[in-house]
């Protein structure tokens, strides 16, 4: 039997909101059945991301996986908001989903995800890098 450990890793974002914004204010959702992790902690909270294109370490742990046999399958639901305040107005959300293969035997794995942020009615205004890691513990 092996115990795998997923972990919401890292973020990075990819294009900017455009000229009337700076960095960006996240805060990103993980959940997998009852296994939840929000980061830096639970909405509206946010942490402030250079939109330059920096990569910013996060390293929270979504669940640990008892694997005995064979492969056992998770989907990872994501949420990203970017937090807008004051007179910008509403949030920018983008959503996606990232599945690992877990195996008694598998190597360390990750995997990356681009979330479109956008309003409702309007076109994407910001892309954002998320990456998962998946290894054994």
Do not use: H
Not at 75 to 101: H, M, P, R
């Amino acid at each position: 039997m092996s115990n795998i450990r997923v972990d919401l890793d890292k973020v990075q974002v990819l294009e900017g909101q455009g000229i009337g914004e700076g960095n960006f204010e996240l805060n990103i959702k993980v959940q997998e059945g009852s296994n939840k992790v929000s980061w830096p902690d639970p909405y509206p909270a946010y942490r402030v991301v250079d939109q330059g294109g920096a990569v910013y370490n996060i390293g929270k742990t979504v669940g640990t996986y008892a694997v005995n046999t064979g492969t056992l399958s998770k989907l990872y639901n994501l949420t990203v908001s970017e937090i807008d305040k004051g007179t910008l107005g509403q949030d920018d959300v983008g959503a996606g989903t990232i599945t690992f293969d877990l195996t008694p035997t598998m190597a360390p794995s990750t995997k990356s995800m681009t979330v479109e942020l956008k309003r409702p009615n309007m076109s994407w205004l910001g892309k954002v890098k998320v990456t998962m890691t998946a290894q054994r513990v």
